[in-house]
């Protein structure tokens, strides 16, 4: 059984724009149809109107290709030939569901195939949190979370970061001497990586086998 969604935009990034510094060079639905379809035989193909502008075949996806979701867009970034490549969707909405809930079913369907990461962004419940005067006091309410004190083991603090231990680390471990101004930048390279998602995984579980470890100061 195949399946369709149809697609507002789609971009791609060419490396051969913008002087090859890359660029984004964008198709829209106005102009014509455009439609991506996951078919029987396992392969992605989006078309533009006749134009077959992207086709990839899913069988052995899961260790080439990674996707990340935001809202109702999606990019996809794979490696071919030692280079990656990467494009971007966002989803038409149809009569019975909002672009964000087309995105979702078809990230359900591609994730059998490779990982799909969901950016999950603020909802308004929790802005109304910080403004009605029943929830903050609900809030209040709850215990307060224990700040740690001294030399924080390797274990404790893969457990705060993992979430396992609810605390505050001192103060001296929320000071950096590292520069910030290009956080936001890193990022963006290191999500347009295909093998990032892989290596946070690894991070990940390395940090739940730091938390199992005796402790031997104890």
């Known amino acids: 059984m195949s399946f369709i969604w149809k697609l507002e935009k789609y971009a791609r990034h060419d490396v051969s724009r913008n002087e090859g510094k890359?660029?984004?060079e964008v198709y829209e639905s106005s102009k014509a149809e455009l439609n991506m379809t996951l078919t029987e035989s396992s392969f992605l193909v989006i078309c533009h109107g006749p134009t077959?502008?992207?086709s990839h075949s899913l069988v052995t996806a899961r260790a080439s290709i990674r996707g990340?979701?935001?809202g109702d867009s999606m990019m996809i970034m794979y490696k071919i030939r030692g280079n990656t490549r990467k494009f971007r969707i966002?989803?038409?909405p149809t009569e019975a569901q909002s672009g964000i809930q087309v995105c979702q079913g078809c990230t359900d369907k591609l994730n059998k195939f490779f990982p799909v990461k969901i950016?999950?962004?603020p909802t308004s419940e929790s802005q109304e949190a910080t403004q009605d005067p029943n929830k903050m006091e609900t809030n209040e309410t709850e215990p307060q979370v224990q700040t740690l004190e001294g030399e924080v083991s390797m274990s404790t603090m893969a457990q705060v970061l993992t979430g396992q231990l609810k605390a505050n680390l001192?103060?001296?471990y929320k000071?950096?001497?590292l520069p910030t101004q290009d956080i936001g930048m890193f990022l963006r390279m290191c999500l347009s990586d295909p093998s990032f998602p892989d290596f946070v995984e690894n991070v990940d579980q390395e940090l739940k086998k730091?938390?199992?470890e005796t402790e031997s100061d104890l």
Do not use: M
């Open 22 to 24: 890359g660029g984004w």
């Open 52 to 54: 077959v502008v992207e």
């Open 68 to 70: 990340l979701v935001k």
């Open 90 to 92: 966002s989803f038409k």
């Open 119 to 121: 950016t999950i962004e």
């Open 170 to 172: 001192p103060k001296a």
């Open 175 to 177: 000071e950096t001497n």
């Open 210 to 212: 730091i938390t199992k």
